[in-house]
């Protein structure tokens, strides 16, 4: 069966359990017939589509086991093979959830083709290793591991004894190479010898003769090497000798030196001369380990092929079987669902989080190893995630590596990049660890809450002390400017003592001028009086209800921290840790949710207990009637500056009460007059008559 064809379906023969995890509705694997039936679950109920090979806390033998295209992948298609090759090989599919390193021979199922290959290998191993037993575990199969490699080592080193008989010890090699390189010409030379041994008179026709050397004499000799190659090794002789100091042919003289040096030299080290029984000698002892050499290694080959090929199959098949077997549902419960990332256990985590990071009185749990910077750089933004990316090293492992850790618990006051921390592996390796990037964004409701008045205090904060540096340097070039003034001044000026004609400064000292500060007077007069009036409105708004003072502090509350607060709410409520892990190579199909409960388990906050003892360094405490005394004058001065003002008739404590203006006597004398006027002429009218009845 192809395994392009192995791919889930939408048939619902089998019956699946969902449940709630991280806020998300993902299905259950909580049996042997769930893994049985993963090529019936809807790929779109996946939580992942594919995951990397590398880089994760988990056996990468067995993810290489399934890894059958070899593309560094675990695609849905793999995963669905692999559980249908798992479960046909066991009777019970339940006991696959145990995740186990061993299992009874009588628990593989016989009527299974994989099943019977299985049993069959692995019977074949216990025996190998003297062991009777019904059971095979992964140490059954390190033992076999191992002794399938002595093996081979001692049939190596068995070879080894009868191949490395070398000649010539380590300079067989290059003998080999330079013998070959004159064999041909050394040959020649002793057939030329042998001619006029046999008749001396061709002497000078098997010899190099005068008129070919003439020939060539009036050209640059040094040119002509390959003609000069072509004449014989040496002048050739009835007494069939190669002399080796004198003679030879200067084209091939560094050649027959070298072989000289690797060979007749070893073998007749007080010869100056040998014949051609010694030179076979020679050659003869060189293709004679030659062709030693090339049989031993066929030998070696098919030796090897024939007696550990069905060893080696053996122990690949049962170490394929036993190593899916423990750890293929911990991958189940990382890919199909996120179990062990939403469990409450401490001890099983997922297998992306690489260990914990220790920074600032904290322990950030969420840790991921990062694989490329720039992918992440572009969608880190997109988790809402407060991440920290920190480079780690460790001399002790001699290695570097980058992480992001997700901070999802306290404040963020002192954090900063180039921060120093520690990081601890899975194994509690400890790394040095420096902050390189933060991406900012909400951790809690309550962070956000404080964060406009930690922000606005950092602000005010920054700016007094850069205003006071700035004014503080600007002081001291002025200072400076004036000191080097001054003394250019006097040491530039006539000595007044000496000089009697020289005047004083006729400088005076101004006045202060009055008038001309009277604008900034009047100004500073005006704001007083616009604060005073808004500090009486406010005040006659506090005193008018005794609740309005609550009303006010909610207000200002909600106005500075209300908008914080909303958009940390909507952030935290969308917080997802799938743009980390699809930036590390994995294909997340579902929402990887981190809400703020979750979020609280994954960064733990340092706790001190109460400390009752004295402490002699600790801050001096003011008294509490001093305390008592300042406020007391603080709220003394701010009254009487209200009262003086005049602003407290704005709430009905007026400063002095308003006086009618004088009338002047003739207005009063005429005003009275008039009224006495009125009152006679009221008298004097008659009284109307009555109505008729």
């Known amino acids: ?135 095979v575990t992964l140490a059954d199969v390190a033992d076999a591991k191992k002794a399938l490699a002595d093996k081979v080592k001692a049939k190596d080193d068995a070879i080894a004894a009868t191949v490395d008989e070398r000649p010539y010890g380590d300079n067989t090699e290059d003998a080999i190479a330079a013998v070959n390189a004159i064999k041909d010409k050394v040959s020649d030379y002793f057939m030329r010898c042998k001619l006029i041994a046999f008749d001396e008179d061709c002497h000078e026709a098997v010899d190099v003769s005068v008129e070919k050397i003439q020939a060539i004499s009036e050209k640059n000799l ?68 030659v062709a030693g050499l090339t049989e031993d290694k066929t030998a070696k080959i098919e030796s090897f092929d024939k007696e550990t090929e069905e060893e080696a199959a053996d122990i690949k098949l049962v170490n394929k079987f036993l190593l899916l077997y423990r750890d293929f549902y911990k991958l189940l419960k990382n890919y199909v669902v996120f179990a062990d990332f939403y469990t409450r256990d401490k001890n099983k985590l997922a297998v992306f989080q690489a260990g914990q990071l220790y920074i600032d009185q904290r ?15 572009d969608m880190a933004g997109l988790s809402g995630l407060f991440l920290i990316y920190c480079h780690c090293t460790s001399k002790v492992k001699k290695a570097e590596m980058d992480i992001v850790a997700a901070l999802t618990d306290g404040d963020i006051d002192d954090l900063r990049v180039g921060k120093n921390a520690i990081f601890y592996d899975r194994s509690g390796q400890d790394w040095d660890a ?40 600007k002081k001291m ?76 502090v909610a207000g200002v509350v909600i106005f500075v921290s209300g908008p914080s607060m909303f958009l940390a709410w909507l952030k935290l409520r969308k917080r997802n840790l799938g743009p980390v892990l699809n930036a590390n190579g994995w294909a997340i199909n579902a929402q990887v949710r981190v809400n703020t409960t979750f979020g609280a388990t994954l960064t733990s906050l340092a706790k001190y207990p109460l400390v009752k003892l004295p402490d002699p360094y600790a801050d001096k405490k003011m008294a509490w009637w001093k305390k008592s ?30 006086v009618p203006e004088a009338v002047e006597p003739a207005v009063a004398n005429e005003r009275a007059d008039a009224a006495e006027a009125e009152a006679v002429e009221a008298a004097e009218a008659p009284a109307a008559e009555a109505p008729a009845e």
Not at 87 to 101: F, Q, Y
Not at 251 to 276: G, H, M, R
Not at 363 to 377: G, P, R
Not at 630 to 648: D, E, K, P, R
Request: aromatic letters at 8%; a negative charge.
């Open 629 to 658: 005394l300042i406020w007391l004058a603080i709220a003394v001065g701010i009254f009487c500056a209200l009262f003086f003002t005049n602003t407290l008739k704005y709430v009905g404590l007026p400063f002095k009460k308003e």
């Open 434 to 473: 420096t902050v390189t990037k933060i991406v900012d964004n909400p951790i809690s409701v309550r962070q956000a809450f404080f964060s406009p008045y930690k922000k606005l205090g950092k602000f005010i904060s920054d700016k007094i002390t850069k205003n006071a540096a700035d004014k503080e340097s």
């Open 1 to 135: 069966m192809a395994l392009k064809d192995i791919i889930p379906s939408k048939d619902k023969g089998h019956e699946w359990k969902f449940a709630s995890i991280g806020g998300v509705t993902r299905v259950t694997i909580n049996s042997g017939a769930d893994i049985a039936h993963l090529n019936e679950l809807d790929q779109k109920l996946w939580t992942v589509l594919s995951c990397p090979v590398k880089g994760l806390e988990f056996e990468e033998e067995t993810l290489r086991l399934m890894d059958f295209d070899g593309d560094d992948k675990i695609r849905v298609n793999e995963i669905v093979a692999t559980a249908k090759w798992l479960t046909g090989a066991v009777k019970n599919a339940d006991k696959i959830l145990d995740s186990e390193d061993k299992i009874g021979l009588s628990e593989l199922n016989e009527a299974d083709e994989n099943g019977a290959a299985i049993i069959a290998s692995a019977k074949r191993l216990l025996a190998r290793l003297g062991v009777e037993k019904e059971e």
């Open 222 to 289: 040094a040119t002509c090497s390959d003609l000069i190659a072509d004449y014989p090794l040496a002048r050739p002789n009835k007494e069939k000798k190669l002399f080796l100091d004198r003679g030879i042919n200067p084209a091939w003289q560094a050649s027959f030196d070298k072989v000289c040096t690797l060979t007749i030299a070893v073998d007749y080290p007080e010869a100056n001369a040998i014949d051609e029984a010694q030179w076979n000698a020679i050659v003869s002892k060189l293709d004679k380990y």
């Open 363 to 377: 322990c950030c749990e969420l840790c991921v190893k990062v694989t490329d910077m720039s992918k992440h750089a």
């Open 477 to 552: 070039e002025e200072l400076t400017a004036k000191a080097d003034t001054a003394t250019d001044k006097i040491a530039a000026a006539p000595d007044k003592a000496a000089d009697p004609a020289a005047k004083p400064d006729d400088k005076k000292p101004q006045m202060f001028d009055i008038a001309k500060f009277a604008g900034i007077f009047a100004a500073i007069g005006l704001a007083l009086g616009a604060i005073g009036a808004a500090l009486a409105t406010l005040g006659g708004f506090i005193t008018a209800k005794w609740y309005n003072i609550i009303l006010l």
